[in-house]
């Protein structure tokens, strides 16, 4: 199966429900953060992807219908240059809201090393989301509020002005 929907929104903006929407709207099975802690070769695959080498995003998603959230919103491009086909999804939400929510729960595991004594799967999981979120979307400056608002709706207009309105699809959580 061919996915249908790439989410372009960061994670935040209501991603968990856009998926719980979108399976019961039959676009399911639909891919998300979730959906790779207890898929090892998935882990070990973004790992590879957030350190230089490239994705076989039919391989990954194979088995999906859509995807929203980290790891695949980072890629957003990529996935929606491999489906032309689908639908882009950007999820947003109040700037100062998502920063909020963002830094009382997913940012404080994703700033610590994961500990030596972990399973492989979670070191390399650890690993990715530090590369790909911290260090190369937020340039290592998360806790510069400004700098990350900034950040946040730099990517939600890039969205916008790359993806034609006719294959575009915005939600706010609101």
Known sequence: MALQVVGAGFGRTGTLSLKNALEKLGFGPCYHMMEVFPRP?????????AFASSMDWDLIFRDF???????????????????????????????????????????????????TDVPESMRLQNEMVRKAILTETFDNRFEDKAHAIEVFKRHNQEVRDTIDSGRLLVFDVR
């Open 41 to 49: 070769d998935h882990v070990a695959m973004w790992h590879r992807l």
């Open 65 to 115: 219908r859509a995807t929203v959230d980290w790891p695949a919103a980072r890629w957003w491009r990529d996935i929606a240059t491999h489906f032309p086909d689908a639908k882009v999804l950007l999820s947003v939400r109040d700037p100062e809201a998502w920063y909020k929510s963002m830094s009382d729960t997913i940012y404080q595991p994703m700033k610590w090393p994961a500990p």
